[in-house]
């Protein structure tokens, strides 16, 4: 069977820039392999799917290694596609997750994005991440399942090598690194090896985790935050209590068709 597949850069002005994700929208569900199986082909930190339902639509993100639980630019990517590929005309696209509903509402050139807040608690700095890093932060926290290193500086956060190896080993399926921003009120990269995702370019998740930390830290609500990966993505940052709303924009890439998928019923 042929589907159609959209590659979107989210968190982005202009192609090449931001991060770059997979849209396949779907009818059903098949079954899981065989969406791991796309993403495992696509190799993009992520793939999201999507199947109409109810009032707005089931979506589901794959990295080519696993399902996650949350993911906002492939969130971002899915709403391009509706509201520029496929007629979608409502004020609000709304999508149901592991992570409850997720709404995304289109505002002229640029999208509003709604995902949920994570807070984040101080802990001790974990075995072996120093040497993973490559340099030892100045505070530690965790978030769910991310740890949150922080630096002094931006160019602390810029200087990072890190072993990807031993960064698989730690105990989180995500490092996010953070630090004051130069022109932004913060900056940050993440790491997310044990997902197949070495360094992602721009990760709304990790900025779930990062906008109460630095709204309590800097004493406001309205942030504005670079993500400073090889590509670079900029994003308008708004913390309302549980909620967390980003702007950004996103630009289409490619579309194409994938052959050969045999779309076997989800048992």
Known sequence: ??????????????????????????????????????????????????????????????????????????????????????????????????????????????????????????????????????????????????????????????GLRPNFTLLSEQPAQGVIVTAPGQRHDFVSRFFAPRLGVPEDPVTGSAHCRLAPYWAGRLGKERLSARQVSSRGGELGIELQGSRVQFTGSAVLFLVGELHGVRLQAAP
């Open 1 to 158: 069977m042929t589907l159609r597949q959209y590659q979107v850069d989210a968190f982005a002005e202009r192609v090449f820039e931001g991060n770059p994700a997979a849209v396949v929208p779907l009818e059903a569900w098949p079954d899981d392999s065989v969406l791991q199986a796309i993403a495992e082909e696509n190799n993009l930190a992520e793939t999201a799917f999507f199947v109409p339902g109810g009032e707005g639509y089931a979506l589901r993100w794959f990295t080519p290694a696993a399902e996650v639980d949350l993911c906002g630019h492939a969130t971002l990517a899915a709403a391009h596609v509706l509201y520029t590929q496929l007629g979608y005309d409502q004020a609000c696209a709304r999508f149901f997750t592991r992570s409850g509903e997720l709404q995304v509402r289109r505002q002229g050139e640029r999208y509003l994005m709604d995902l949920p807040a994570v807070p984040v608690v101080s802990c001790p700095t974990p075995s072996g991440l120093v040497a993973a890093l490559g340099s030892a932060p100045v505070e530690v926290h965790r978030g769910g399942d991310y740890l949150l290193a922080v630096y002094a500086s931006e160019a602390d956060v810029r």
